[in-house]
């Protein structure tokens, strides 16, 4: 005899949000860095985003860091919309 | 009627299966949500009234959602009001839940039980309230595990990125032993009538043991000697905060030099600390104070800014062994009152 039982996950209180669309190219995009200020983040990411740079044209124009463990302050997120097309974030220990 | 699964049978192998394929559950054996089972857990309570939205999912933590996961984990529907407020403290924005869920770190939420349902539901707050062997206690924090991994999608990989995990995401709650603490019950909100739960983010225990002082010093010098491991997360964390968890002899010995709660906190305070320059030396990240950043490298410092963050309790029975609970460093413990939520059967 088959038996029913309740889902243990419940309901999503709002769809996640999915990444943006990558540019089709990114030369002469303006890109951004934020720093989540985990150890050597900041040089990981700078050395990605020089190379980035340097193989298709794309633009470094604004930095800024955030506490690894909290989110992002709104200025600090409201900066990046403003300034850049496409964000270079996030290192693990 | 939130959504339903149908399976073959009931039995614990077809249930585990299935939890399996779906990368539900935490490994053991559960008891099947049935109807019959949730509706029992919900007592007559709204079961579509939303208690919390937990992340990193943005799960909607409704009472139906921790019935079904209460049931999972063994609960009895007297401890259901304990799962309750456990979830709703977890959701309030100082605990950080998203970080405390998805950090590397092996933090996990203590519960820790207050007041008149500690007895009703029938919690352990003396001779090994960290168990095994008490089916609330047991039951409880595994509920709150299960609602984590089910609801927040606070699942080891995607949701939860510890590197080595920690026995206590399994389970991790105990009552508080009021009736043999020498200053009552812990504060704030936990004399609510019916009993209130602390959620506390935070590592395994650091056991410390005394069997041979009759007077505070060198009791509370091994708590504060585990304090100033270097080991601990918020080590270098100013808003860090310590739950000191004194057995009864301890607590007592203490009390009886005339130190209250608060005195207990601040002789804490005090005396666990290390050169600020020691600090320096192990960490280049620090999470500091102005203050704390001003000082010399051969001033004492303690672990934490503020005496307030060092949280005195009283659990366990007989026996000289208390523990240490550091939190994960950046979440701040909350304590809330069970709810009586309208329309609930007495």
Redesign the interface.
Known sequence: ??????????????P?TEPAPAPATLEGVSIGILDN?K?NAGVLLGAAADELCRRTGARLVHTDTK?A???AKDRVLNGMVREVQVVLTGS?? | MGPMIELPDESPETLLAEFEARGWGDGLPLVAPTDERVEAMLAGTDPDEVIAVLPPRSGRADRRAIATNAVLAGCTPAVFPVVVAAVRALAQPEVNLRGVNATTHPVAPLVIVHGRVAETAGFNSGLGAFGPGNRANAAAGRAVRLVLLHVAGALPGPGDASTQGQPSKYTYCVAENEAASPWGPYPPGADAPAGAVTVHCGENPHNFHDMESDGPERILGKAASLMTTFGANNACIAQGEFFVLLCPEHAHTVAAAGMSRADTAQWLFDHARRPAGEYRAHFDLRAWTVEMEAAADDEPLAPTADPANIKVLVVGGAGKHSCVIPSWGMTTSVTVALDQPAGARP
Request: without cysteine; proline residues 13%.
């Open positions: 005899m088959t038996v029913r039982i309740h889902s243990p996950a419940g309901s999503i209180d709002r996640h200020t150890p506490n463990a909290l989110p693990a220990d």
